[in-house]
Nanobody, 122 residues
Framework: QVQLVESGGGLVHTGGSLTLSCAAS????????VGWFRQAPGKEREFVAR????????YYADSVKGRFTISRDNAKNTVYLQMNSLKPEDTAVYYC???????????????WGQGTQVTVSS
């Protein structure tokens, strides 16, 4: 059974940092693009960042560009999201997702983690 498990969320003050992890079990990530998404209360789920299967290409939402960094360690079957200079508007449940394909487009994906809460206090 394929599972994605996020961890690393928590409560931080404005300007703080957190690193989220997304670990896959039951199937290897190594040939798949993986993305991070978030959903704030009362809002729709939105794209945050994604990384190509090799890690050579990364893409970010404008709202997080320059503050967040997505990376991966295929040997550990894990994708990370380093979040710096956090703002209250970054408060959301963060999810990782993949289709276990080399592309990842849009918001509708086959596999999702359970989510990890990130709360940024002002």
């Amino acid at each position: 059974q394929v599972q994605l498990v996020e961890s690393g969320g928590g409560l931080v003050h404005t300007g703080g940092s957190l690193t989220l992890s997304c670990a896959a079990s039951g199937r290897t990530f190594s040939s798949a693009a993986v993305g991070w998404f978030r959903q704030a209360p009362g809002k729709e789920r939105e794209f945050v960042a994604r990384i190509s299967w090799s890690g050579g290409m990364t893409y970010y939402a404008d709202s997080v560009k320059g503050r967040f960094t997505i990376s991966r360690d295929n040997a550990k079957n894990t994708v990370y999201l380093q979040m710096n200079s956090l703002k209250p508007e970054d408060t959301a449940v963060y999810y990782c997702a993949t289709d276990f394909r080399r592309t990842l487009v849009g918001l509708d994906h086959d596999y999702w983690g359970q989510g990890t809460q990130v709360t940024v206090s002002s």
